[in-house]
């Protein structure tokens, strides 16, 4: 009798058990509350690296092909004997391979250039890359905090360093030492805190010098063009690259925790995780602010 009361008592409790782990308290969620919580995670399965490997191999690169000159590329060069030249086209397009075979054709001249950009990487960037074309004793650098080789043949600089090139040779009634300026992303100009920089390095440079203005996005570049003709008195043509982009552009998200991937799969598809990314928003509740003059924003 014991051991068969011992064996009833042990049954009960283990029902007890059971019974606890099927019940589920008030303040627990419910298993569809906390699959709908879980975060959007990057899907680390073979497929999707192998599409994010895709997205990024040779981005930002033109298909290897043997190199020969665009019409574009030639009638620019073509045009700088005679006039200020504007280059519009898109990125990848070779609109550096014209700049630097003019500043070549210079240099082999015993004459000068400047290279502007907007931004100390891309000087940087450019300044290495001049070096291993034309040799270090032939380039040099000048940043707001960067000065090397200043009596090189082609200085490569920011914008704002050009321009202050141009109030100094002013001020002091001395010639600026270039024959070439070229003015990369000109669209700057329509910048609303640095446009003015672009403007005045257009306006105030001597009408000897060849302007040079390359950039992907300017629209309404005739009209630029006649602008330059009229505050410079120099003739100004503008060569365009028709057709497709060289370099096609790539789709891709943000998870919310920082990684990257495709916004399409190997398929061609819309990636799963926008559409779950895109519900999860939907039920985010929607709040609004009262201003202290009154109103909603």
Known sequence: MPRSREKSRSRRRDQGKKSEGGRRRRDEPSRSQVAREEPVRPAETRPAQRALRKLLEGIGTPAPAPFQPDPFQLAALAALEDEDVLVTAPTGSGKTWIAREEIRRLLEADRRAWYTSPLKALTNSKYQE????????????????????????????????????LFDALRSGSQLRADLVVLDEAHYLADEE??????????????????????????????FAAWMEEVR???????????????????????????????????????PDIERLGQRQERQPHTSWRSRRGGYR
């Open 194 to 223: 640095r446009g003015h920089v672009w403007e005045e390095a257009i306006i105030l440079s001597p009408p000897r010098v060849r302007l040079l203005l390359l950039s992907a996005t300017i629209g309404n570049a005739q009209e």
């Open 130 to 165: 001049f070096i291993a074309e034309f040799g270090p004793e032939r380039v040099g650098i000048l940043t707001g905090d960067r000065k090397e080789n200043t009596d090189a043949p082609l200085i490569v600089g920011t914008t704002e360093i050009y321009r202050n090139q």
């Open 233 to 271: 008195g120099v003739p100004c043509g503008v060569v365009s690259r028709p057709g497709a982009r060289p370099v096609p552009l790539r789709a891709a998200f943000l998870y919310p925790e920082g990684q990257l991937a495709p916004l399409l799969d190997e398929d061609g598809n819309l990636h």
